[in-house]
């Protein structure tokens, strides 16, 4: 794969997201200003974090952004038909799946969508913002510029694409975790699929803007269609 992030990089990320801004902001300071400052400081906070992350990962990373941004424009029109592809298969793969898994729990429901839901009802500005533009723009830079793209220098795509989903998943269940909701933990098979398809417009177009289009995208429809079945 052409214009991976190179080693520090990749590190200097990883720590940045799975140690400053997921152990020491959202499950440490978050709760201390929610608890002291109310819910409005902590969306605010939230949003300065995320835009705070978004920064410092352009900041470090601009060469990798823009080189992969050039590949994308290059080939603008066979990348969009990638994102529209993509977005396509995960609406396919989350349906497919969530029907199995409620044919067979019918009661359970995944605290990540229930939390998601919450926050979209209380703060709808706030979840919009972080859900299309924040989270795919960091996610997809740590589990597919990150993860993926690092193990797939070396080993095969099946290989790559499934550890790069499968921690994708695990972020997901995250809070059934912590709660004890074991059963509820049923739906990193979902995520963990996703975070599977996610890996595939990065592998054909050779540039992880395709798939933080595709993740933007998918979230922003899925947003409108919460607001059209409400």
């Not at 990150?146 to 998943?169: N, P, Q, V, Y």
Request: glycine content about 4%; hydrophobic content about 55%; charged content about 10%.
């Amino acid at each position: 794969m052409r214009n991976t992030l190179s080693n520090k990089k990749t590190i200097v990320f990883l720590i940045l997201y799975f140690g400053v801004y997921l152990l020491v902001f959202q499950d440490f300071l978050s709760v201390l200003i929610g608890k002291h400052f109310g819910i409005e400081m902590y969306f605010i906070s939230s949003i300065v974090m995320d835009l705070c992350m978004v920064l410092a990962f352009v900041f470090i990373g601009l060469k990798y952004f823009t080189q992969n941004f050039q590949i994308f424009v290059e080939n603008y029109k066979w990348n969009i038909k990638h994102i529209l592809t993509t977005v396509g298969s995960l609406f396919l793969t989350n349906l497919f799946l969530a029907q199995l898994i409620y044919f067979f729990l019918p009661t359970v429901q995944a605290d990540n969508q229930i939390n998601n839901d919450l926050v979209f009802q209380s703060a709808p500005a706030f979840y919009i913002l972080t859900a299309v533009i924040f989270a795919p723009f960091l996610e997809e830079t740590i589990f597919r510029g990150c993860i993926f793209a690092k193990i797939r220098e070396k080993h095969s795509f099946l290989l790559s694409a499934t550890i790069s989903g499968c921690a994708f998943g695990f972020l997901h269940i995250v809070a059934s975790l912590l709660s004890q909701n074991y059963s509820n933990c049923i739906f990193f098979v979902i995520y963990a699929m996703c975070g599977f398809v996610l890996c595939i417009p990065y592998e054909d177009t050779d540039t992880i803007t395709t798939s933080i289009f595709s993740h933007m995208l998918y979230n922003f429809m899925t947003i409108l269609i919460t607001l059209w079945m409400s």
